[in-house]
């Protein structure tokens, strides 16, 4: 079999984690090899590859030409926009929030992902806390009230359709239960997860997404890194919606617009 891998989990991706690699023999060969020597100087000589490299979009490089659909550095979300800018400690006065994604499909595979996250005066984005499991929603729910009653948060962020469907009922059930009331508001994604995510990508690029300096924030970086062409996408669905509903929330306030004066009078300015 021979094929171009764009995503970790596609057809040739899928064959080697099926089996561990027993069963197949993998033959990849980068057009440029770590030393950036190339692979058929007489077809394509390095200067011409490294040319080709600068000219187009990095993941179009990295699959067609070295066969690795993903890249340490990152090619949607850049490793050293998270990176140069970890904490150790979150500052005081945060408005806090919570962003979920919840898996609700049984025997799916996808993670269920919770994060409490603040956000300070100057618009940066504090991430304090996350949980990730696969398991039932009950539990998921039970997990997520428990978060809340430790930050309290302002609102719990949540999507819209199916998700709303399948969670508000049993959310509010168990907030009666508890006594514990928190704001949920959802929000509706884009069919496009790039597209959902490129608010909260925006506000990364500026080095105003800070994780903490805790194992758990390297598996969410690390996701963040390896999007779009990585296994797994349920940390990123998370993030994308914090900058969704981050905007939402926060919409620049309207222009205001002088109207225009009236027969007979003058606009007086200092």
Partial sequence: MCCTRWHEDDLAGMLLAHDGGEKWELLSMPALDENDAALWPERFSAEELKSIRDQIPLRDWLSLYQQTPTSETGTFFLRS????????????????????????TKSGGDLTELCIFGEDKAGDVFVLEWHYAQTTLDKSIDTLLDMCKRHRPRTIFGESG??????????????????QWTQCEWITRRSDKQASAQPIRARAS???????????????????????????????????????????????????RRPPPRRGTTWMSR
């Fill in 162 to 179: 199916v998700i709303k469907s399948s969670l508000e009922p049993f959310l509010q059930k168990r907030m009666r239960e508890e006594g």
């Fill in 81 to 104: 926009w998270f990176e140069d800018h970890r904490y150790d400690t979150p500052p005081e006065n945060l408005s806090i929030y919570c962003s979920t994604d919840f898996a609700v």
């Fill in 206 to 256: 500026m080095g105003k997404v800070r994780f903490p300096k805790k194992p758990w924030a390297d598996r969410v970086i690390n996701q963040c890194v390896a999007f779009p062409a990585g296994k797994y996408d349920d940390a990123v669905d998370t993030l994308a919606l914090i900058g969704m509903a981050l905007d939402k929330t926060h919409a620049p306030a309207s222009v205001y």
